[in-house]
């Protein structure tokens, strides 16, 4: 594997490679010094067309604690305003000696068509609806530490809201039913996609309904264009009837835990504070999200996918 | 099949010698930690932690392991699988820190480890034993406890475990 640009294409070998892999980096970031020399002399660079904060400080955070040089690409300030073309930036980037591009874009399948593009390999931070397999990642290993098992057979995870519009619900649909767990989606049918009956997942428009068998409660955030774009009639009427409450908290199962991607829209989805949630693992999604990035990058250009990469030596 | 170069009594007796000399050149065990290389250094740096402990009763001395992968230089060349993880739960700063390995081959990771252990900390002394020393050094690195010196070609393959020592000629048959 030269690229991380699904959570299908990894499979699930590579998903639990890379599971383990994140252990290693837990115990690196957990040092007086959290830096190894792993990938000294490699560049990465982070190509974000769109807002982030945390996957992109993640990844360039996960970069420098292996030691990689950085570089980033920040959209307003760069030739893209002069009208260069995706395809002369990455050509002109890549000249530059780059071993991974990280890339976030607005439009499904950018970092499939950037591949062809480059010979570095390319991480999807993010593309348009369609994936976002580092936050499944991230989810995964947060899940598999927080409930102390390996594999997630038996479990239900339940994902809440804009699945239609999600990245991050596409990734962890796979990522999740890979490692065995029984999927729910819970959202008003506009925010289903149409093709969601051929989907591993049960699908349900009442949250009431299943809570009391969830043991990992999902939460997406609503954008809130989506009432412009009139998939929901109106915030309000969304909270009250997907939006996580006391009472509803209340129905969850005592050893359930509750996830967040961020960033959060309080008073939307999320109308308890989660601070004060018994089993919020919100927090550790974020503080793991360095050392999944740290597996990803170190297992591209360091690890057992980089084999392909590597020149011919002499042992 | 190989040759049996240290049985299993060889064995334990050279790491209770290695144990007494650790604590003849620190004169006791202030400040000691023994620090295992993962994977094979892990069940000797055990053994020699138990064995200082029961000599010396009260000194309560340490045992850590280190994965060495992600400092090793051949990384780029070789794609590196990381082993068993790291576990060092107490201050490597001032102390006198004994790298344990089953085998001393080329020193490059030992190499890898010496600045693995700087992550940790600052120690006062850094010291290495090691049950077997075959030779053909890369490196300008040299153990200070040695089990057992063994003459190898550079193509044969040894193994060090509890239940001995083999050795195995890969080239003649």
């Known amino acids: 594997m030269k690229h991380l640009r699904s959570i299908d294409e990894l499979g699930h070998d590579g998903l639990v490679r890379l599971l383990n892999l994140t252990q290693h980096m837990v115990e690196v970031n957990r040092r007086p010094i959290p830096k190894v020399p792993a990938l000294r002399g490699r560049t990465v660079v982070s190509l974000f067309f769109e807002d982030s904060t945390r996957t992109r400080l993640s990844f360039e955070t996960a970069a420098k604690r292996l030691s990689a040089d950085t570089m980033t690409f920040s959209v307003s300030t760069s030739s893209v305003n002069k009208g260069e073309s995706l395809r002369d930036t990455v050509e002109t980037i890549t000249d530059m000696g780059v071993d991974a591009f990280v890339i976030r874009h607005k439009s499904t399948g950018t970092p499939w068509q950037i591949s062809e593009w480059t010979t570095a390999s390319v991480v999807n931070a993010g593309d348009g609806w369609h994936q976002h397999p580092t936050q499944a990642l991230v989810d995964c290993f947060t899940v598999r530490e927080a409930l102390g098992v390996e594999r997630f057979d038996g479990l239900t995870l339940t994902i809440v809201g804009d699945i239609k519009h999600s990245r991050v619900a596409r990734s962890n649909i796979s990522a999740f039913s890979m490692l065995g767990a029984k999927v729910v989606l819970v959202a008003p049918p506009t925010l289903l996609p149409p093709d969601v009956a051929h989907w591993p997942v049960e699908v349900s428009n009442r949250l009431d309904d299943v809570l009391a068998r969830t043991d990992i409660l999902y939460m997406l955030r609503l954008q809130s264009e989506r009432m412009a774009q009139g998939h929901v009639p109106n915030l309000r009427e969304y909270a009250e009837l997907f939006g996580l409450d006391a009472k509803r908290v209340a129905k969850l199962p005592t050893r359930a835990v509750v996830m967040h991607p961020g960033p959060m829209n309080r008073g939307v989805e999320m109308l308890v504070d989660p601070s004060t949630l018994p089993n919020s693992l919100i927090h550790q999604q974020v503080s793991n999200g360095v050392a999944v990035r740290m597996a990803v990058l170190f297992d591209l250009l360091a690890g057992e996918s980089s084999a392909a990469n590597l020149q011919q030596v002499t042992p | ?173």
């Open chain 2, 1 to 173: 099949m190989g040759n049996i170069v240290m049985s299993a009594d060889d064995v334990r007796r050279a790491i209770t010698r290695i144990s007494h000399e650790i604590l003849e050149r620190q004169q006791g065990a202030d400040k000691l930690v023994i620090v295992g290389l993962q994977r094979g250094g892990a069940w000797l740096a055990d053994a020699i932690g138990t064995a200082i402990n029961q000599i010396e009763p009260q000194a309560g001395v340490p045992v850590g392991y280190i994965d060495v992968s992600m400092h090793r230089d051949d990384i780029g060349l070789r794609p590196v699988v990381p082993g068993a993880i790291s576990r060092i739960s107490f201050a490597v700063d001032g102390s006198t820190v004994v790298l344990v390995d089953d085998v001393l081959f080329t020193g490059r990771t030992v190499r890898a480890a010496l600045e693995g252990i700087n992550a940790y900390g600052r120690p006062r002394a850094v010291q290495l034993a090691v049950l077997i020393d075959r030779g053909h050094r890369e490196l300008p690195i040299r153990p200070d406890y040695v089990g057992k010196n063994l003459p190898t070609h550079i193509d044969d393959d040894v193994r060090a475990t509890e239940a001995g020592v083999v050795i195995t000629n890969q080239v003649a048959p």
